[in-house]
């Protein structure tokens, strides 16, 4: 949780990056002046609140990531030394954006102090590039009228791409916050992966959520398949688990498996699966960790299970396969039946 009642927007600089001509790039040499609190708090604002749940990433610590990580040393450092340390920055932003698909945007480098994350009082250096500009309509008064007049700038409520870096845990890679709401597909990786070099924090959070999605993967891989599991009864297991993590402070995988899954031959198979989702994923299931509620909060939809009958209809499921019936009547067609206590 980031929390940022007492930040102070210490300094602030923008710098505007093309990606098909360093020529039109515009590097600014000072920087951006800050007049009203307002403003300085509507910056905050789309600098940090995005982050209400975060999960954690930390610099992939990595020869070819080293200088914007040995940048980002300096200025929690040297905080003065923030204007010519966002130009090389810039730069090393510029040269990770080589993809056809990448917009040119402004690059926002800034120094708060005091934020609060996780119990934990530190500076931040904040990273933002502002791709997508908003029409707006300015009012004008005049003697006999109101005059409109058409504007174009950046929303302060939405966050195009972003990245918070804590100064705790250095030596781990510090702790980092990142975000890239605008690209979804190839293009995405410039961000998180060509641009700052991340990877994930191997925290609570990050345990957790690989054993939810390993959960829901191996159902629908494995058991839909093997043991010819529906909706309803996928609903039921994803609904133990959500069970499980909600109220077991200290998760064992002995006994998550053993409580979700029942059956021996089940567990068996999803104790072979979990190499697979290592391998495929290229990460670590943890046998013993804490469960992360904000980790469970974070993959709540993985827990819905959604009944699409044809066109027709849409029946949520949220578990206790007894109450819910499938069959065919005598004319081939599929049904399902129903039960319930009361009807709200």
Not at 56 to 78: G, K, M, V, W, Y
Not at 235 to 252: K, Q, V, Y
Not at 264 to 280: G, H, L, T
Request: proline content about 1%.
């Amino acid at each position: 949780m980031i929390n940022r009642i007492d930040a102070a927007l210490e300094a602030l600089i923008i710098h505007h990056i093309d990606p098909v001509e360093k020529s039109s790039c515009h590097f600014s040499a000072e920087l951006t002046s800050i007049n009203e609190s307002y403003t300085e708090d509507l910056l905050l604002g789309m600098m940090l609140d995005y982050y209400k749940e975060p999960s954690f990433f930390t610099f992939n610590q990595q020869e070819h990531h080293a200088p914007l990580a040995a940048c980002i040393d300096r200025i929690f450092e040297h905080p003065a030394s923030i204007a010519a340390q966002s130009i090389q920055i810039a730069n090393l932003l510029f040269d990770s954006s080589q993809h056809a698909n990448i917009k040119d945007g402004d690059l926002f480098v800034s120094y708060i102090k005091d934020v609060l994350v996780e119990d934990e009082l530190v500076d931040a250096i904040c990273l933002v590039k502002a791709e997508t500009l908003q029409s707006i309509f300015s009012l004008a008064t005049g003697e006999h009228s109101i005059d409109v007049q058409v504007l174009q700038g950046i929303a302060s409520s939405k966050l195009d791409k972003g990245c918070v870096i804590f100064n705790t845990e250095k030596e781990q890679g510090y702790k980092i916050c990142a975000v890239d709401n605008v690209n979804k597909g190839s293009e995405a990786l410039f961000w998180k992966t060509d641009f700052l070099g991340l990877k994930e924090r191997t925290d609570d959070f990050y345990h957790t959520k690989n054993y939810i999605q390993a959960t829901k993967q191996f159902i629908q891989e494995r058991m839909k398949p093997i043991y010819e599991t529906d909706k309803a009864e996928e609903a039921t297991i994803m609904n133990r688990s959500l069970e499980f993590l909600t109220h077991e402070g200290d998760f064992n995988a002995e006994e998550y498996e053993r409580r979700i899954f029942k059956d021996e031959r089940v567990i068996s198979d999803f104790q072979d699966y979990k190499e697979d989702f290592e391998n495929e994923r290229d990460v670590r299931l943890k046998e013993d960790f804490t469960v992360s509620n904000a980790a469970v909060k974070n993959q709540s939809k993985v827990f819905k299970s959604v009944l699409k009958l044809d066109k027709n209809f849409h029946i949520y499921i949220h578990g206790n396969r007894n109450m819910i019936e499938r069959g065919v009547d005598d004319d081939g067609k599929k049904f399902y039946k129903l039960y319930y206590n009361e009807e709200n």
